[in-house]
């Protein structure tokens, strides 16, 4: 860059100002986000673990027998998903336990990683439509939205998903107004990742394939930049389409949904996303998003080109139909749909307040109230405990010892298991996997296996259990699991410790029942000694059964 071509020195302060409120918005995320193992998303600790699983498996290369290692690995931490999920989040979490370690916060540090990617994505995206301290603002009601606050504070990849989806829009966006090819290869690329990164990150293809025709008219079919990376992003996609049809019947059953679901041909189901916006984004961002809204139009805002408003019209509505045709719906599954209504709140604040310096740092102020609203009045919520008693069972279960484990948040115990790398000897064993065929969750349904409590005991025998953690009345309306606690109450049992669950404790913690969020830790009476190290693991989901061994 030249002299002449160096932006005055305001300029570049006002940059650095902008660069420091994004980081140290995202360091406040982090900051307030849990990271003492104390998860309270049933995934959250499961993708937590998935990076252990890739950073030990680059550390291991065991070229010799992949799919062996990778089942002894489930057999010693059976809390992974990470076949069901695409990896890209997960290699990036490998990246940073390789230098941190694996623990909950290097987990949520990669997420707060990705959190700033999606601040400085959507700032320069809003920078195409509004002057820097607007823009700034926009970014802020953004990554302050409270929904958003709230699920990017876990270890999950909604975020992830979403910065990789806006760097991509980005990168198309420059593109189209300065022409330069790296942008259409770095569009391709970022869209690559963010489905290799969650899937239905790729809903936001044909908004832009519809901007890119609508821009370039009868040029598109001629543009050798954009064929050449849209040829390499097919090919790169194979494998994942390849994973997603292998594991696809978790991803069917989502479609189809559970019972208790809204029906997709009910009127609540097409409504349910717009009734969320303004706890998603906040009352004053969904009600400037709805001004916005009337006065595009009534063409008194303008959004640019065509294909500029194509293109946010087509991101918020194939989203929006995408994500309502699936049963399953979460306030957090739509999220990623949601920025165009956050840049017109910003356009029609920045209209309403005048557009000079008082819209500019209203918008901003208003952005930064956002975001402190959602830090300190809508934090992510937790269940403390589990740290605890991993740190009881690394320090007392002996050495190359069988642990089973019995309770709802096994992920949550086995990746706080797996933090105490002093302990990788350890095996865990899911309970409702030795005793239970269970795909998923319990509410897709349950098989028993119909053992008898003699036989129950066996087993245990058999595998050298040497300590039980189980959570006080776990599933004791299922035959198998009654039996199984019957058979730890026996003189064959001791308990020789207890553990209180507290903080947002549910009904499957036992919230409401006797003896609630009580997990107790065992030990047998008798002389453990292992016969049996073979561990059959039922796999429903994918209708497939693995041999492990227990080392």
């Known amino acids: 860059m030249t002299a002449a071509e160096r932006p005055p020195a305001t300029t570049r302060a006002q940059r650095l100002i902008v660069a420091l409120i994004l980081f140290a918005s995202c360091a406040a995320l982090l900051l307030t986000a849990p990271t003492d193992g104390d998860f309270w998303w049933q995934d959250a600790p499961r993708h ?18 992949p799919v062996g290692w990778a089942v002894d690995y489930y057999v010693k931490y059976p809390a992974l998903t990470v076949m069901f999920y695409p990896p890209l989040f997960y290699f990036a979490e490998a990246a940073v336990y390789a230098v941190l370690g694996v623990s909950h916060f290097a987990a949520q540090f990669t997420v707060t990683a990705f959190y700033l990617l999606l601040a ?25 939205a409270p929904e958003l606050a709230f699920w990017g504070r876990q270890v999950m990849l909604d975020v992830p998903g979403y910065s990789l989806i806006v760097s991509s829009v980005l990168c198309l966006v420059a593109y189209l107004t300065k022409g330069r090819p790296r942008s259409i290869y770095l569009a391709a690329a970022l869209l690559t990742a963010a489905i290799y990164t969650k899937y239905n990150t790729g809903f936001i293809a044909p908004a832009m394939l519809l901007a890119f025709f609508m821009a370039r008219g009868r040029a598109a079919l001629r543009d050798r930049h954009a064929l050449i990376a849209a040829s390499i ?21 989502s479609l189809s949904g559970r019972p208790g679901d809204l029906s997709r041909s009910s009127l609540g189901a097409w409504l349910y996303y717009a009734s969320l916006i303004p706890r998603q984004l906040g009352f004053a961002t969904a009600a400037l998003a709805a001004v916005g809204v009337v006065l595009i139009a009534a063409r008194r805002l303008a959004l640019g080109p065509a294909w500029m408003l194509a293109l946010l019209t087509a991101w918020f509505a194939v ?31 920045h209209r309403l307040l005048g557009s000079g310096r008082l819209a500019q740092a209203g918008l901003t102020g208003l952005g930064l109230a956002t975001l402190a609203y959602s830090l300190f009045f809508y934090p992510p919520m937790t269940v403390e405990g ?63 296996t119909g053992y008898t409590q003699e036989q129950i005991a066996d087993i245990l025998r058999r595998h050298g259990v040497g300590m039980v953690v189980a959570q006080v009345g776990f599933w004791d309306d299922l035959q198998q699991m009654a039996l199984f606690n019957q058979v730890l109450k026996t003189p064959d049992f001791k308990s020789v410790a207890a553990f209180q669950l507290t903080r947002d404790l549910s009904t499957n913690d036992g919230k409401g029942t006797p003896g609630h969020g009580l997990v107790e830790i065992l030990v047998p009476t008798y002389p453990v000694e292992r016969t049996d190290n073979g561990l059959a693991i039922d796999m429903p989901f994918i209708k497939d059964r693995f041999q492990g061994h227990i080392h």
Do not use: C
């Open 48 to 65: 937590a673990l998935n990076g252990a699983f890739v950073k030990d498996l680059l550390a291991a290369h065991p070229f010799h027998d």
């Open 120 to 144: 400085i994505s959507s700032y320069r995206l809003a920078r195409y439509f509004l002057p820097r301290w607007s823009a700034l603002g926009v970014a802020l009601l953004l990554i302050g």
């Open 233 to 253: 992003t097919a090919i790169a996609l194979i494998p994942a389409a390849v994973l997603f049809l292998k594991f696809g019947s978790v991803n069917a059953e």
């Open 319 to 349: 989203g929006y139909v995408f994500f309502s045709s699936i049963s399953v719906r979460e306030p957090r599954h739509d999220l990623m749909v949601l920025f165009p209504l956050v840049l017109v709140a910003g356009l029609a604040a």
């Open 386 to 448: 589990y740290r605890t008693i991993a740190a009881y069972v690394a320090e007392y279960a002996p050495k190359d010892g069988v642990v089973v484990y019995s309770g709802y948040r096994d992920g949550n115990f086995v990746f706080d298991m797996r933090e105490h790398e002093e302990r990788r000897d350890l095996t865990i064993v899911r309970a409702d996997k030795l005793f239970l065929r269970i795909a998923v969750e319990r509410l897709r349904g349950v098989g028993q």
